[in-house]
């Protein structure tokens, strides 16, 4: 497995503070699996029912509601990898926002 740092399907805006991408999936899209690299956050625009998975096999799903807001410290060891996959019948997405500084 190559090392993605796509952490969205789509790349919106990058400076040296941050970086937003955009992630749609329609239905049975999956986004490859990709590693976090710094702390971020990401609010859903349009909700559905999710898959991730690790590399090492570790799985779960669950239902990401619209307008749900997370926050997630990633410290500079922490290695965060895996991939997003919509399982759901409605296209889900989301912005996420990474915190370069």
Do not use: K, Q
């Not at 796509?6 to 937003?20: D, K, M, Y």
């Not at 329609?26 to 029912?49: M, Q, V």
């Not at 997370?70 to 997003?84: A, K, Q, R």
């Amino acid at each position: 497995m190559s090392e993605s740092f796509a952490v969205g399907t789509r790349l919106l805006f990058e400076n040296e503070r941050i970086r937003v991408w955009d992630i749609t999936l329609a239905p049975g899209e999956r986004l490859d699996f990709h590693r976090h690299r710094t702390s971020y956050f990401y609010r859903c625009e349009s909700g559905g029912r999710l898959r991730v998975r690790t590399p090492e096999g570790d799985e779960a799903e669950y239902e990401s509601p619209a307008n749900e807001v997370h926050f997630h410290e990633i410290g500079p060891d922490d290695l965060v990898v895996h991939d997003l996959e919509n399982v759901g019948e409605t296209t889900v997405r989301f912005t996420t926002v990474e915190l370069l500084g």
